[in-house]
């Protein structure tokens, strides 16, 4: 396998964009958003950095190889030439995904019984387990490309939360609503429904300049060639930084705010992220600089009745426009009426995010008069 080779960041359909754009402010030069993710060439560390620094992918996939594929007696011998030991940890047990496309091969179980059997006879892998790495093999227009998972869980387990609430937003998701709406950590943020805590104790994160996978191990760690000494300096190398800023999260549910006090304490952002007990109609404008409000209140067809739903987004619009003056507001919701209840003076919204089985898009104004 050579230095470099193609490294595909996974991420959110619709923010590809998005997660370009960090990838790129994070030094990974000629990062491109394609479908469904964003790709660029690099070597093994940049893989590191990218699961440690980036706060958008879901995973982060190094493309290692592959060859031409035209039957399944041809992808059987080919896989079994395959220099599996450059990449691949002996003895570790494996998970083998083969997907199809405009190809001679169109069968993905027969393609994905021939991998394995070259896998499990040229290379001695062991098959399956909850803690299988995964192997990817994408046979499309006939060439068979074989792609690592260099981060096993998905990346919005940042290590942190053992608790979560109803409706939880993946801190992938709320990071990369974050940055749609300009967030770069100098300002302060505030949730006022907050639940579990995600887009406040990513804001604070952000703000102190922690990387997101300090906390949490990465299947590239069982990877050969892994360096740990490497590692643990780039780790070191994303320490952080003081902020005087301050975040705020409340919400009208004791439990929630309760779970993500715990959640910001595990996370290393309680000193600077606080969470109250209350609902909208009682919240205040903190002291301080006026920063961003983002929120996703209950969405409409998952949890709560219609009328209510309005009528708590009428609230929401009416304290912002009240005791908000200055600060920007932003709002992810699945229905764009429930979006204008709040009165609120939207810019274009963003495209729709698939989130937890509906579509969601971003709603978020100017700084508020
Ligand atoms: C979709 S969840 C938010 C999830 C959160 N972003 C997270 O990542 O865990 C909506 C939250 O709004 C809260 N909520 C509903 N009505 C409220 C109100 N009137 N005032 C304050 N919080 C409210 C619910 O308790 C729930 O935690």
Request: aromatic content about 8%.
């Amino acid at each position: 396998m050579s230095d470099t080779f193609e490294i595909f960041l996974s991420g959110t359909p619709g923010l590809e964009q998005v997660l370009r754009d960090e990838a790129l402010e994070h030094g990974f030069a000629g990062a491109q958003a394609v479908p469904g993710g964003v790709q660029f060439e690099g070597g093994w560390v940049d893989v590191w950095r990218a699961n440690l620094c980036l706060r958008g992918p879901t995973r982060v996939l190094a493309r290692i190889g592959g060859f031409p594929v035209f039957h399944l007696a041809q992808l059987d011998k080919r896989a079994r030439k395959f220099d599996w030991a450059a990449v691949l940890p002996k003895g570790a047990p494996l998970r083998v995904e083969v997907t199809c496309k405009r190809s001679k091969i169109y069968h993905d179980r027969a393609a994905k019984q021939r991998i394995e059997t070259a896998l499990k006879e040229s290379f001695g892998a062991t098959l399956g387990g909850e803690d299988a790495l995964q192997l990817r093999a994408r046979i499309e227009d006939n060439f068979c490309t074989f792609s690592l998972d260099t981060s096993g869980e998905s990346l919005h387990k940042r290590g942190h939360k053992s608790a979560v609430g109803k409706a939880p937003m993946r801190e992938t998701l709320a990071a990369m609503f974050l940055r749609q709406c300009g967030y770069t950590g100098t300002e302060p943020v505030l949730d006022p429904m907050c639940g579990s805590g995600t887009f406040v104790i990513e804001a604070a994160e952000i703000a102190l300049g922690l990387a997101p996978g300090r906390s949490r191990s990465f299947a590239f760690e069982q990877f050969p060639g892994f360096d740990p000494a490497v590692w643990a300096a780039l780790k070191a190398s994303a320490q952080g930084r003081a902020t005087d800023l301050r975040f705020f999260g409340s919400d009208r549910d004791a439990g929630a705010v309760t779970m993500a006090t715990a959640n910001a304490k595990r996370a290393g952002v309680d000193a600077i992220a606080s969470f109250a007990d209350h609902a909208v109609s009682d919240l205040n404008r903190p002291g301080g600089p006026p920063g961003l409000v983002i929120v996703n209140p209950p969405y409409g067809g998952r949890i709560g009745n219609k009328k209510l739903l309005y009528a708590i987004h009428g609230t929401l619009g009416q304290v912002l426009k009240e005791r908000f003056s200055g600060w920007r507001a932003a709002i992810v919701t699945n229905e764009a009426d429930l979006a204008h209840a709040t009165g609120l003076p939207f810019l274009k919204p963003g495209p729709p995010i698939p989130h937890g089985g509906l579509k969601v898009k971003l709603y978020q104004t100017a700084p508020l008069p």
